[in-house]
């Protein structure tokens, strides 16, 4: 296998974007990424999407994506995981480039979930249809009944959760590509509609439009291209049950576990090492167990790791400096192509803002429905 | 979204009826084709009980339009006596009366209308004991 690195990013500004068709967002992001890493072509590409077919009522998305590109006859394939897509479609990109197979790889995410669909019926399909979705639970009703039993287990507060939530707008406020740009109080999510109980407005990710693109190659032909490769020093994939009552534990995301073990594995690095990351905040109470389960605090503590800024820009690990899916914004097929732009951003030193000092390794953690998908990358500077 | 004569068609949401594996004895609701601890494939159909008690819950005050008319709701995880967990709403009973812990009991309900024809779907639903 050859070492992989990522040459280069794209992605649309996340948010409402009516004057744009998916095929539109996907393109534009796609045209920057390749533009960005100075490449003249690409020998194949992956395109993530969780639902276009209900979304907008387009399949077949890889072909759209490619032919709308003026890069047909590449092979262009769309993969599917839920709001983990992304991340499959990072990691299918990175397999093909180490296999040997292909040497410019495109890994792009899409989604376009504002145009008219019933969004929460339409996410629900990541969910056990038949015996979850039919008894009428929602996707805010699966992460509410994981955080109740977070709460019943470990003491966590509905004002540590929202600490989450806060913390991430406050990241957001900073990146020009976020779908909100403003900061919120403990007190103004604490007040918000309650969705399902825990679960406030302001505890879980909006609906939005956006794409994001990388290219990625062997990391001896990126040296070549750019001064400032990054390589891919981890790719771990792992399942779980789709239902969340299949489950030993409703508070611990064994897909995290796994991926999180064979990902340290990989690159030889324990949780310590990892600078800062970007996880899979679909509603605040993710981001805590996930910071749990990827072992950055012990199981039980990430809700008082949020409360005391462990995970703030300036805290021992910073969690979701681009604002996270909370404040970035979550269109679910791009969501995980866009981690690890911020995390290349980081990297190359080109976060702005948001920038931290001397950022050397960062990881991705992406995930599908209630935890039955889960994706990590860490990525190095070299 | 799914043909209501495709619930109509699984006897087990309306017989409790549950997989018991013939090799590691884990039993399985919906019942499953290959046992997901010991892999054998070897099963046999044994009914559940009915009792249970609430392990997490949440109330959906933001839901799809099908259940529009019943928002809020609860929804919850139960697990029943035999072991078995399975997510179904609670119904007839104040939300506040609702905890983690709760001893409930599973009733035949109506679960939703399908389509536009309105055909009722029916199932399992809890109620407080
Ligand atoms: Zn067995």
């Known amino acids: 296998m050859r070492d992989v690195a990522v040459i280069g990013i794209g992605m649309t500004k996340f948010g409402e974007l009516w004057t744009m068709s998916i095929r539109d967002i996907f393109v534009q992001a796609a045209l920057d990424a390749i533009q960005d890493a100075k490449v003249d072509h690409i020998d194949s590409m992956y395109v993530g999407t969780m639902s276009s077919g209900l979304f907008v009522g387009q399949e077949h998305i890889g072909a759209v994506m490619a032919d709308y590109l003026g890069m047909t006859p590449i092979p262009t394939s769309r993969v599917e995981s839920a709001c983990a897509s992304g991340g499959v479609a990072f990691r299918q990109a990175y397999l093909e480039v180490a296999s040997g197979h292909s040497d410019f790889v495109l890994a792009g995410g899409v989604e376009k979930m504002t145009d008219g669909a019933d969004v929460t019926e339409s996410l629900a399909t990541a969910a056990d249809q038949e015996y979850e979705v039919y008894q009428g639970v929602t996707f805010p009703g699966l992460y509410a009944m994981i955080a109740n039993a977070h709460m019943h287990e470990y003491g966590t507060t509905g004002e540590q959760l929202a600490h989450v939530s806060v913390k991430n707008h406050k990241n957001g406020s900073k990146n020009p590509n976020a779908q909100f740009r403003s900061q919120v109080t403990l007190e103004q999510v604490m007040k918000s509609t309650l969705v399902a109980d825990p679960l406030r407005l302001l505890d879980c990710s909006p609906v939005s439009d956006g794409a994001a693109c990388v290219i990625l190659c062997p990391l001896e032909m990126a040296k070549k291209v750019t001064n400032k490769p990054v390589k891919v020093i981890a790719s771990a994939q792992a399942s779980d049950t789709i239902a969340l009552h299949s489950r030993d534990s409703f508070t611990t995301l064994n897909s995290v576990k796994h991926a999180a073990a064979k990902a340290y594995k990989q690159s030889s690095l324990t949780p310590e090492k990892i600078q800062f990351a970007e996880v899979h905040d679909c509603f605040s109470i993710a981001e805590i167990v996930v910071t749990e389960d990827l072992g950055f605090f012990e199981k039980g503590k990430g809700g008082a790791a949020a409360e005391t800024g462990l995970t703030s820009f300036e805290g021992k690990i910073p969690i979701n400096t681009s604002g996270g899916l909370k404040s970035k914004g979550h269109p679910v097929g791009a969501t995980g192509i866009a981690q690890i732009i911020e995390v290349y951003e980081q990297l190359t030193n080109q976060a702005g803002e948001r920038q931290i000092k001397n950022a050397k390794i960062g990881m991705a953690q992406n995930m599908g429905g209630s935890g039955a998908s889960c994706l990590i990358h860490i990525l190095e500077a070299v | ?129």
């Open chain 2, 1 to 129: 979204m799914i043909s209501p004569r495709y619930f109509r068609e699984i006897p087990q949401r309306y017989r409790l009826e549950a997989g018991k594996c013939k090799k590691c004895g884990a039993l399985f609701f919906p019942p499953r084709i290959v046992c997901s601890k010991c892999k054998s494939k070897e099963f046999e159909t044994v009914k559940l009980q009915d009792e249970g008690k609430i392990l997490t819950y949440t109330i959906i005050r933001v839901g799809p339009d099908k259940f529009s008319k019943e928002t809020p709701y609860a929804v919850g995880i139960v697990q029943l006596v035999d072991g078995v967990k399975l997510t179904t709403q609670i119904v007839d009973t104040d939300l506040e009366k609702i905890k983690i812990g709760s001893k409930v009991k599973l009733v035949f309900r109506k679960i939703q209308d399908e389509g536009k024809w309105g055909l009722h779907c029916y199932g399992y639903k809890a109620v407080l004991i």
